[in-house]
């Protein structure tokens, strides 16, 4: 990756020519602190320079694990006309725990950007890097868009070593590798592929390599960036990777054989290869008890379809085939309509676009009335258009069951693809009537099952039929029968035939 911040030499021996090099290049900013320093018995002769961005270091730890030592050594008479001095200020003097030695420009820049501290001596092309990062940083907090009953109430932050920890904490196997990258030719911003040897496919990864090697863009800001960069199908509602801010969830991925892609400043990690059906689950599926998960899991499909359909349907039928509702019932759906001066596409239209509207604004007015106005808008919204004329009080149902079925859905790119294929088939229905739908149906079906992500098929496994895989998707088997892995070449899970010993009974 190009950087926009590059020193294209390497250090001089001169410590004045290195810091005017410094200085060039990041400019008189304010917010760089550079302290020179004299050491040893001949004071005016060599010198050293601390050299730091303010706020981007942790004070505590210049102070006490690098000045304070380096004035120390003066008791100790460091000798710096000898060559070896360097070596031995990095071996003895200084008590921080991170230090590496670089003779590049390049390299001491980006120490630089990244928090640490550089020591600079004069007379030596080497400069000392000191890890001395620590910005502030939220804490680790509850997932704020993907929360659970049952289940651990932590979630990533915008701190990737914060979130590598994470990982680490949930998996502490040898073989979690961790490949670190920069991204972003300003921001420069750090990205980690994290997967576990010996269970993630060896062509994924390096087809996530291979695809984020590619990116060359100004900036990095968030990992939504990066997924459109890398995503296999550009012009398609239906997401090819997923994301997620639960670290168990992310965990749970990688033993399954995903591989992970963290960035430096959201929360948010990125997941790949999914299939459709990933898309449904629920981190919580694997905490209740088998029989209840399956239930809540057909409630997701169910409410999934139906945020999707259930308004197209009712344009549907009540434009075109009136005759596949019951007599009492399409009575009373003419009474409704009887002073509503606009077709039921018009109509639909009308309130989908009211509550999206709404949905919008409960987002980005402040948290603490966000949701009142919401809650309020669509009551009084509704019921004052029932009372004008303007929408009949079915159509108030159907949106409503519709919006609240939307909501069911685990993942929220998931539930915007089924919002905007849900005007699709509105429109479809309210030119063709059921068969715009099936059409519109058959063309999404097959759209899918076009679908690739990171080579795996996206119906995966339905198209290509799987049947061993069946067991954790439209319905989840107890966990002693889950023996495979769906998207890893080491299939095995568990030990086979794992059952329980029946209970002893005590005699009396």
Not at 108 to 120: E, S
Not at 170 to 191: A, H, N
Not at 313 to 336: D, G, K, R
């Amino acid at each position: 990756m190009k950087s926009s911040l590059p020193i294209p030499l390497p250090l001089s021996t001169d410590l004045q020519e290195n810091i005017e090099l410094i200085l060039k290049r990041l400019g008189t900013s304010s917010d760089i602190i550079i302290r020179r320093m004299d050491i040893g018995i001949f004071p005016d002769t060599n010198a050293i320079a601390l050299i730091y961005i303010e706020g981007l270091v942790k004070s505590e730890a210049v102070n006490d694990h690098i000045i304070k030592p380096l004035l120390t050594s003066q008791e100790t008479e460091f000798y710096w006309n000898q060559e070896i001095c360097f070596h031995d200020l990095l071996r003895q003097a200084l008590t921080i725990s991170n230090l590496t030695a670089t003779i590049e420009g390049v390299d001491l820049l980006a120490a630089l950007l990244d928090g640490n501290t550089a020591i600079i001596a004069d007379g030596y092309n080497e400069a000392l890097i000191a890890g001395t990062t620590g910005w502030d940083k939220r804490a680790i907090e509850e997932p704020q868009t993907q929360t659970v009953v049952r289940g651990p109430k932590e979630s990533f932050t915008e701190d990737l070593r914060s979130n590598t920890s994470l990982l680490r904490r949930k998996i502490k196997s040898p073989d979690l590798r961790f490949i670190s990258l920069r991204l972003g030719r300003y921001t420069q911003t750090e990205v980690v592929i994290t997967y576990l040897d010996g269970i993630a496919e060896d062509h994924v990864v390096q087809e996530v390599k291979k695809r984020l090697d590619r990116i060359d863009v100004d900036s990095i800001l968030e990992s939504g960036y990066i997924e459109e960069f890398i995503e296999d199908r550009t012009y398609t509602p239906f997401p090819t990777i997923m994301n997620s801010e639960r670290p168990d969830a992310v965990a749970a991925s990688l033993l399954e054989g995903q591989v992970a892609i963290i960035v430096d400043g959201t929360p948010f990690v990125l997941l790949a290869p999914v299939t459709f059906f990933r898309f449904l689950q629920s981190s919580e599926d694997y905490y209740q008890r088998f029989d209840i998960a399956t239930f809540v899991r057909c409630i997701r499909y169910i409410s999934f379809f139906v945020s999707m359909l259930l308004p197209s349907c009712y344009i549907a039928v009540t434009t075109f085939h009136q005759e596949m509702l019951p007599t009492t019932l399409l009575i009373s759906l003419a009474a409704q309509r009887e002073g509503v001066p606009f077709p039921a596409i018009v109509e639909a239209f009308l309130m989908e676009i009211t509550f999206e509207v709404l949905r919008e604004a409960g987002i980005r007015m402040p948290r603490v009335i966000g949701s009142a106005i919401s809650i309020v808008g669509a009551l009084v919204l509704g019921q004052a258009a029932v009372q004008a004329g303007l929408v009949s009080a079915a159509m108030v149902i159907v949106v409503s069951f519709t919006a609240i079925s939307n909501f069911v859905t685990p993942a929220l790119n998931m539930g915007i693809a089924a919002r905007l294929i849900r005007f699709i088939l509105m429109l479809l229905a309210g030119i063709f009537g059921l068969f715009g739908i099936m059409a519109g149906c058959m063309a999404i079906l097959i759209h899918l099952a076009s679908l690739l992500s990171f080579g795996v098929p996206y119906l995966t496994p339905i198209a290509p039929l799987a049947l061993p895989k069946f067991r954790d998707i439209l319905i989840r088997v107890p966990w002693a029968k889950m023996a495979g892995r769906p998207l890893s070449k080491n299939y095995t899970r568990q030990a086979p035939n794992m059952k329980k010993s029946p209970p002893k009974r005590d005699n009396p």
